[in-house]
């Protein structure tokens, strides 16, 4: 039992050399990100700024441009006040919080170049501000118009995968390891290519090291992905995982990665998807439970909310642990 020796090709890396994962750490995260953290770059850095702004999620993004334009109105307010309110023509406020307001509404007016013309500046240093500001508005709205359409136009692809890889039945007598995609979008891909590597953790003269393995597919290209895709390797006399089992997966702090490319047709640019797989997610001895059937027109329906759906099978397979701990954990 256990991972097969083989020859590993220091061009199987990933990119993460031979450190040895710890901890049970992941290598790709399973929304694809890598989970590697960084240190010693400039907060200030533009182009790191530029990517966090366009990659991150549209909840953190909309509170960050709120937030912007509140405080944006918030300071203008406050010096606005500190000019003295009755530089505001048309303030009818009478509290002192209504003159907060009137001042606050005005700076709103004024950086998005709006102009009600209810309350307007008098004098020169009231207008000066108010210019300022309208300035500083035209060229807020423009980066945040650019950023919006970045995250809108930016090429990527939404792929949904199976949240568990199957050790399955394959073909006469044999099994596979499996999992399934699909794609999230309406658009078509074409010329996908897939590539599966399996990373574990070994001793090597007294030390841990991290060694990569690609894995053999029964099929790594398509040329449309229309349907969903049941990734599939077989574990036969040419798998390094032959025999393998759970315990050698906890053991060996295993991980598989999942590296997907292709074409879509809306962008008409190439597009990757990426994610992993670690040894509580295995499911031994279980089989996919089909996700798509035909309405009353016979066309095909495909169910998207059904990708990990699978059942499992009666018996014991070759190769299981015979603590089923882990198996029943992940069902």
Do not use: C
């Not at 508005?137 to 809108?152: D, H, M, N, Q, S």
């Not at 399934?180 to 399996?198: G, K, P, Y």
Request: zero cysteines; hydrophobic letters at 45%; proline letters at 3%.
């Amino acid at each position: 039992m256990g991972i097969r020796k083989v020859k590993v090709n220091p061009e199987n890396d990933l990119g993460f050399g031979t450190q040895a994962v710890v901890k049970n750490q992941r290598m790709f995260n399973q929304d694809g990100s890598i989970n590697v953290k960084r240190k010693g770059l400039s907060f200030f850095n533009t182009a790191n700024n530029y990517h966090r702004l366009i990659t991150m999620g549209w909840g953190k993004f909309w509170a960050l441009i709120l937030s912007g334009y509140l405080l944006i109105n918030l300071l203008f307010a406050s010096i606005y006040l500190s000019l003295g309110i009755e530089n505001l023509a048309g303030a009818q406020g009478h509290t002192p919080m209504e003159h907060f307001f009137d001042a606050f509404f005005f700076s709103a007016q004024t950086v998005s170049t709006v102009g009600y013309g209810h309350i307007y500046p008098l004098g020169i240093p009231m207008s000066s501000v108010s210019a300022i500001e309208s300035m500083i508005g035209l060229l807020a709205f423009a980066l945040a118009t650019g950023l919006l359409y970045g995250r809108f136009s930016r090429p990527s692809a939404k792929i949904a995968y199976s949240k568990h890889l199957l050790v399955a039945p394959y073909l006469e007598n044999g099994k596979a390891l499996m999992f399934r995609l699909a794609n999230q979008r309406r658009s078509t891909l074409i010329d996908l290519e897939i590539e599966v590597n399996f990373s574990y953790n070994e001793e090597v003269n007294g030390k841990t090291v991290r060694k990569f393995i690609p894995l053999e597919l029964e099929r790594k290209r398509v040329s449309l992905l229309t349907l969903s895709w049941t990734v599939v390797h077989p574990l036969n006399d040419d798998s390094p995982l032959k025999d393998i089992t759970s315990d050698d997966l906890i053991k060996t702090e295993a991980n598989i990665a999942v590296l997907l490319k292709a074409f879509d047709d809306t962008f008409s640019q190439t597009v990757h998807s990426r994610t992993s797989y670690q040894y509580e997610e295995v499911v031994w001895n279980a089989k996919f439970t089909p996700m798509f059937a035909r309405d009353n027109e016979g066309h095909m329906l495909l169910d998207l909310g059904k990708i990990s759906d699978h059942h499992l099978l009666d018996g014991v397979m070759q190769g299981e642990a015979l603590d089923k701990g882990i198996a029943n954990k992940v069902v």
